[in-house]
């Protein structure tokens, strides 16, 4: 499977507990990230501000190790600007990662990983990120595994804590993924910079409990698994 993400962290802190899920039962998982998430607001002055991105490139490296993942794709588009850059252009880095894994596990079907196509979280890299990875899957007849929270805990983070966490829309049939998360702790903290002091992943984490909402878009003409 490949994930598809905006920021260094989302992988660990998003999908994190479904990536280890996923690689515990033997799916051969890689990554490409599209920003090294340098206009954080966190932990800026840990990193001396302009060094950011390179300290957040580390620990997403250190994440990739703790989740298992069999290789990184981390590209350097501006954090924040992803909405600005040519979907074809997007499409053409997941497009050239799946080919690779193609070439080297020719005989093993692909599927995408992605956040939920609001973004989770309301971010814009995030939508263009899994509006991507959207495209190619169906460009390609590939399944896509999307990733939120529940309505509740969306409700809960925007009431508490002023977030705009989304859920699934209307109509939509998730599974509830039941997740060990201690694969997904030591991936979180990897990335010191962005889990010091986060309130919001804290308070999602504990709300979430050991459930992950998941929900698989089929290629087109078949049934979900």
Do not use: I, K
């Amino acid at each position: 499977m490949l994930a598809v993400v905006a920021h260094p962290d989302d992988e660990s802190f998003g999908l994190g507990a479904v990536l280890a899920h996923l690689v515990a039962r033997g799916v051969s998982v890689s990554l490409v990230c599209f920003t090294h998430g340098e206009a954080s607001t966190l932990g800026t002055d840990a990193t001396g501000g302009s060094d950011l991105g390179t300290r957040r490139a580390a620990e997403l490296r250190q994440a990739a190790d703790q989740l298992g993942l069999d290789g990184v794709t981390l590209l350097d588009y501006p954090d924040g600007g992803l909405p600005a850059v040519p979907d074809a252009e997007l499409d053409a880095h997941v497009e050239a990662r799946l080919g690779q894994l193609a070439a080297v596990r020719p005989r093993e079907p692909a599927a995408l990983v992605a956040f939920e196509r609001a973004g989770v979280t309301g971010h814009l890299d995030h939508r263009a990120a899994t509006a991507a990875a959207w495209r190619v899957a169906t460009r390609h007849g590939l399944p896509l595994l999307e990733w939120t929270v529940s309505p509740e805990v969306a409700h809960a983070l925007n009431a508490e804590l002023g977030t705009r966490f989304t859920s699934f829309g209307p109509g939509a049939s998730p599974c509830a993924l039941h997740v060990d998360r201690s694969v997904q702790a030591r991936a979180v903290a990897c990335h010191v910079s962005q889990a010091s002091g986060n309130a919001v992943l804290a308070r999602r984490l504990e709300l979430q409990g050991a459930v992950e909402l998941v929900r698989w878009l089929p290629p087109a003409g078949h049934d979900a698994p």
